[in-house]
Every structure is written in C-alpha cells, then in structure tokens.
C-alpha cells in the first residue's frame, strides 16, 4: 500500500473541502483523478504532498504520516512549473547533493539535454520564467526533470500539461511517462484523455471521491 487517507477531513477556514475521503492506492497502481474547477483536487494533491496536514482522518503516504517526512517521499509536477529565478542545476537539485551524472540523466529524460547544451553557460544558466528565455514547455520539463531526479516512490500530477499548446503538450506528456513508469501516481487532469492505460479512474464531488464506472478513452 503506497497511499492511505481514511476519512480525511479538510478546509479552509470554515469551508470543508474534503469530507471523510478515503482512498488505497497500491504500489506502482496508477490514479486519474477528474472534477470540476474548485472541488478541492490540489487540495487533495497538496495533503498527499505533505504541504498541508489533514485535519482528522489519516493521510498516510508511502508509510508516513508526518507532512515533512511525507515530503522527503513524493515528487510534485503542477500546472505551472514553480521555478526558482536560479540555475537549471539548483533548479533541479533544490541544494540537495547530486552527481553530475544524475542531473544529466534526468535531463536526457526530460528531453532537455540538447537544449541545455546549447546554452552558453549549460546547466548553469540561470532559468527566468516569464523573463522570455525559456518556453512554458521548457519550464515545465525543468520541473519534470527535478521530479525525475528526486527518484520518489510517490508521483502527483496536477494538471501537468494544461497550460501547454497541444503540440508541446504531447512531447511533454512522452517525458512524464518516463518520470512515472513503475511509481505509484495520482494524476489530477481535466482531460481524461491523458489518463490513458490508467489503472482506476475516480471523480472528486462534493467532498468526497467516487468511482468512475465507464470512461469513453479507456
Ligand atoms: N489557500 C487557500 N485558502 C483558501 N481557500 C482556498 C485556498 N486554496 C484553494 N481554496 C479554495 O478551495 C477550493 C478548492 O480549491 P482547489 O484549488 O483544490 O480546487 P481544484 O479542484 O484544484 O480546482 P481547479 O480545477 O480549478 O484547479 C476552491 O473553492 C478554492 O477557492
Ligand atoms: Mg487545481
């Protein structure tokens, strides 16, 4: 068993936004998670994460229970890739210790070796999203490629390629099954065409998450 929430309860403020969900999820099994716009799916993603602490219930991920060690588990890919105004290289190891060969592996994964190479600094040069010096594509394989790098037993995706053009979006989508062979994922998307050989495929409503009995794409 690689995620546990048992009757998990959270919210904001006084709004409950996940009321006593529970969910197995087995090792290496493959989630799709649907719903509409603010139901509470990167809230949901965020509990997995470790980012918050359900507030009764259990949220149990890859045998932890504590959110900073659940973190040390997972690795997150979003909508939009959350880069640090610092090098590719930091971007990717977030100050932990990496061999040379590792961040490089998890570049060629993420198809961005070429790229990086062309640069006059390489895997040094710092990356400003939004400044015009690198794509929404490129951006989000940086984030791809600091999950692969992190080698976590736990993925979640949340809406990874939604921002992205069809086309860059495809070839995205190509470096995240590299990034999720053999893990267990939970994949938030609004298109379920994405979730393609997907184990299960469930739908968050109304606080609670349910089974998704035919799905036309699978
Ligand atoms: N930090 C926050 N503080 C207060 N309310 C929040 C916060 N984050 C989200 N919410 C509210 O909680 C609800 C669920 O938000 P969430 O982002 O989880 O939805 P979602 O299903 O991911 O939506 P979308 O499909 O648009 O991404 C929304 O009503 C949102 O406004
Ligand atoms: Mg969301």
């Not at 509990?47 to 045998?63: M, N, T």
Request: proline content about 3%; glycine content about 8%; overall charge neutral.
């Amino acid at each position: 068993m690689s995620i546990h929430l048992s009757e998990a309860v959270f919210g904001y403020d006084e709004k409950k936004i996940l009321d006593k969900v529970s969910l197995r999820v087995n090792t290496r099994e493959h989630i799709g998670i649907l719903g509409a716009s603010g139901i509470g799916k990167s809230t949901l993603l965020k509990l997995l994460a470790g980012l918050y602490e359900v507030q009764s219930g259990i949220c149990e991920v890859a045998g932890e229970r504590e959110p900073v060690k659940i973190r040390k588990k997972v690795a997150m890919v979003m909508q939009t890739p959350g880069l640090f105004p610092l090098s590719i290289r930091d971007n990717i190891t977030c100050g932990h210790p990496m061999s040379e060969d590792k961040i490089r592996d998890a570049l060629r994964a993420a198809q961005l070796e070429e790229w990086v190479a062309s640069l006059p600094d390489g895997v040094d040069s710092i990356v400003a999203e939004r400044s015009g010096n690198i794509s929404g594509g490129q951006a989000q394989r940086i984030a791809i490629a600091r999950a692969i790098a992190k080698d976590a037993q736990v993925i979640l995706l949340d809406e990874p390629t939604s921002a992205l053009d069809e086309e860059t979006a495809r070839a995205v989508m190509k470096t995240l099954e590299y990034l999720t062979q053999g893990k267990t994922v939970v994949h938030v998307t609004h298109r379920p065409e994405t979730l393609f050989g997907y184990d299960r495929i469930l739908e968050l409503k109304e606080g609670k998450l349910v089974a998704r009995e035919s799905e036309k794409y699978i």
